[in-house]
Structure formats: C-alpha cells, structure tokens
T-cell receptor, first 111, second 113 residues
Framework: GQQLNQSPQSMFIQEGEDVSMNCTSSSIFNTWLWYKQDPGEGPVLLIALYKAGELTSNGRLTAQFGITRKDSFLNISASIPSDVGIYFCAGQLYGSEKLVFGKGTKLTVNP | NAGVTQTPKFQVLKTGQSMTLQCAQDMNHEYMSWYRQDPGMGLRLIHYSVGAGITDQGEVPNGYNVSRSTTEDFPLRLLSAAPSQTSVYFC????????????FGSGTRLTVV
C-alpha cells in the first residue's frame, strides 16, 4: 500500500498567501519529487531532490529533501490563481525502480 | 514530439469484458509505468518496465497484465473488468527511471458498469 503520508489533504487560501505542504514516511528514500496535476491532465514534474538537506527552487516554488531522508517539504510563495491544482510528492526507495506517490494536496486559491 | 500518448481517452466497459489500454511514447525512453488514480488515493503503481522484454509488478497488479515487446509501446490489459477497476489510468515514461521522474500521458478514464 501507500508508504507516503502527505499533508494537508486540501488547502483553501487567498491569492498572495504562502503555502506549505509536506510528505513523511517510515522508509528512507533515494529521491524526492514534487508534481502538480491540473484538472483532466496528467501530473507534471515541478522539482526533483537527490541529497539529504538539499534545497531547490523553481520560481516561486521551493522544496527540501529532509535530513532524515524520510520526509520532504514544498513551499509556494505569493500564490496566484494558476497555482490551483493537486500537488503530489513522490519518492524512489533505495534499491527500487518503483516511484511511490503520496495521496496529494488539493490547493484552492481565492482571488 | 508527441510525448506519451494514451488511447482511448474515455471507455465504458461491462463487467467481465476485457480490453487493452494503449500507451506509446516517442522519446526513446527505456522506463515505462502504469498508474491508476482514484479519489483520495493518489496514484498507485500497477506495473512497470525497465526496458523492452522486462516487466514487474507494482502495488496493485491484480487483474491487469502488461507486456513490453518494443521500447515505444506498453499496453495495459484488463482481463475481466470489474467495477473496482473504474478509475483514471495514467501511463508514464522516463529516460533514466524513477530518479529523474516520469513524463505522464493525459490519462484514460475507464468506467466499468
């Protein structure tokens, strides 16, 4: 079954606010990825993380690979209406080619 | 480039029917995977392949078969459709596997009645 715990499940925010979401697991991951899914589309890769403690940015998005290798965080600064969608964390376990996904965080941005 | 192409986009099946969901990629990617997405469950891995002729099971393989005879194609077969297989199915491909992430198709929405 699912090995990633993603929270929160949903968020309702005002335009301009910052957003934080995270993923945790009891397992150690080799790689952490963050995806965004728009309605009716497949997920699109936002950020990839490969080293414990690594902090990577992509525009207004910043993600971190947790020191313990068991968690990851995604922050979105100054949210805009087009940030609406479902955000997924995904992780690659050591020694596995499987990519495991969290259950997603649904983001709603009110103008 | 077309990327990852899934057909059909929508399908309704009767319980017990069989069908094949098609997936093709034109990026010469070695790695391909099939996921299903259900409300509140995220994406769950059904089967994956690390190259032509090689497939392996994911989290939820029961009721599904795959084969990988070419690099480009990775069809997913439902042997005897059940209502529990109503879902949105995504095919994905990657140049170097999970480490670089996967490129996803736009999905097939399947309803089993």
């Amino acid at each position: 079954g699912q090995q990633l715990n993603q929270s929160p499940q949903s968020m309702f925010i005002q335009e301009g606010e910052d957003v934080s979401m995270n993923c945790t697991s009891s397992s150690i991951f080799n790689t952490w990825l963050w995806y965004k899914q728009d309605p009716g589309e497949g997920p699109v890769l936002l950020i990839a993380l490969y080293k414990a403690g690594e902090l990577t940015s992509n525009g207004r998005l910043t993600a971190q690979f947790g020191i313990t290798r068991k968690d990851s965080f995604l922050n979105i600064s100054a949210s805009i209406p087009s940030d609406v969608g479902i955000y997924f964390c995904a992780g690659q376990l050591y020694g596995s080619e499987k990519l495991v996904f969290g259950k997603g965080t649904k983001l709603t941005v009110n103008p | 480039n077309a990327g990852v192409t899934q057909t059909p986009k929508f399908q309704v099946l009767k319980t017990g029917q069989s069908m094949t969901l098609q997936c093709a990629q034109d990026m010469n990617h070695e790695y391909m995977s099939w996921y299903r997405q259900d409300p509140g469950m995220g994406l769950r891995l059904i089967h994956y392949s690390v190259g032509a002729g090689i497939t392996d099971q994911g989290e939820v393989p029961n009721g599904y078969n795959v084969s990988r005879s070419t690099t480009e194609d990775f069809p997913l077969r439902l042997l005897s459709a059940a209502p529990s297989q109503t879902s949105v199915y995504f095919c994905a491909s990657s140049e170097q596997g999970a480490r670089l992430g996967y490129t996803f198709g736009s999905g097939t929405r399947l309803t089993v009645v």
